[in-house]
């Protein structure tokens, strides 16, 4: 007989069973939308690529960590990668993967690709000769002793600059290129140019620091260019060509943009000494106290490993066959000055 008290009861019985059946349901859709989401990360994880590096803006464009297989990108963060799922190509920051000292890392986007663009990221040699470049967003009083560096051991650079840098030490511009360096091009305001769409817009960013440049100097800028923080598309590098450009990434660099956290001597000798290899793009910044501190000794360092110094012109030059010329040119305009 169903008295009152047996009809509670049951009520509550069922009542609860409804409410577990709810949350249990609700539990498995939370979970059901949650697993595309881990699985995709988890794929994302296994590709080469940053987001840390300004290796990476003009106060952090390269990025680096401290183990042997270590992602860089134009930041200041980075992940492990694993090569065999580096893609031929990619839209996104520049990113590399060390995974053996003293050979070429692997990049995000493949030699042959950035080919098809007039794009570079290293010399694909087993000469020892590597190709130094220093991005310039603002002069902290570091240039004079890296330019000193350069001109004792007769080694060609190329500076990537900014509307900023020009501006406000024309004078070191004017130096960079009466000792035979290159000044190459790196947006007149540093924006994440990935996000510029109209080819407009993004031939205002270089062809604005290129009138700059040459009033501050008198010549017309060599059409190097580099994307600030290493943030690229395809289109982007399609820009550029049209515009008579050569783009120019890295296959080298450090955490060496913040000027309140500086690497010590032996942080930058490991990373630069233990990772470079022949044909390699390095990637250093002006701005650092460090790099102007080590430098001359750094670059002794590197000849006594067997290595040479040379010009971008001969890294371009290099895909047209006319590498010696170059090289020779280059050679005689530094043992002149």
């Given amino acids: 007989m169903n008295t009152p008290s047996r009809i509670i009861r049951k009520g509550a019985e069922y009542f609860f069973l409804a409410v577990l059946c709810f949350c249990m349901g609700d539990a498995a859709a939370r979970l059901a939308e949650r697993w595309p989401i881990d699985t995709q990360t988890r794929d994302r994880s296994s590709v080469p690529s940053v987001s840390d590096t300004r290796i990476i803006s003009a106060g952090s464009d390269s990025g680096a960590s401290s183990g042997s297989r270590a992602v860089f990108g134009s930041g200041a963060s980075s992940i492990s990668g694993n090569p065999s799922a580096v893609p031929a190509s990619a839209d996104d920051s520049w990113g590399l993967s060390f995974q053996e000292e003293g050979k070429p890392p692997v990049a995000n986007a493949s030699a042959d690709y950035l080919a098809q663009f007039d794009a570079f990221y290293a010399r694909q040699t087993d000469e020892k000769v590597l190709y130094l470049t220093f991005d310039a967003g ?3 009083g570091n240039t004079g002793a890296i330019l000193d560096a350069l001109k004792k051991h007769k080694a060609p650079a190329a500076f990537f600059v ?8 024309p004078e070191l511009v004017r130096r960079m290129v009466s000792e035979g360096h290159i000044v190459g091009n790196h947006t007149y305001h540093h924006p994440d140019m990935s996000s510029i769409s109209t080819e407009e817009a993004f031939s205002q960013e270089l062809t604005d620091l290129e009138k700059l440049y040459e009033q501050t100097t008198g010549q017309p800028m060599k059409k190097y260019y580099r994307p600030p923080q290493g943030k690229y ?3 982007n590098l399609k820009m550029a060509q049209a515009l008579g450009y050569k783009t120019f990434f890295w296959s080298l660099a450090y955490v060496d943009w913040y000027q309140d956290n500086q690497p010590s001597h032996e942080e930058a000798y490991q990373k630069l000494l233990g ?14 106290k460090t790099n102007a501190e080590i430098l001359d000794s750094l670059l002794t360092k590197w000849e ?3 290595y040479r110094f040379a010009s971008l012109d001969e890294l371009a030059a290099s895909a047209q066959g006319a590498d010696s010329s170059v090289s020779e040119s280059s050679a005689d305009h530094f043992t002149d000055s």
């Fill in 138 to 140: 603002y002069e902290n």
């Fill in 162 to 169: 900014v509307g900023n840098y020009i501006e406000t030490a």
């Fill in 233 to 235: 598309s395809e289109s």
């Fill in 275 to 288: 990772r470079i290899h022949p044909g390699a793009v390095v990637l250093l910044h002006s701005t650092s």
């Fill in 304 to 306: 006594e490993m067997g």
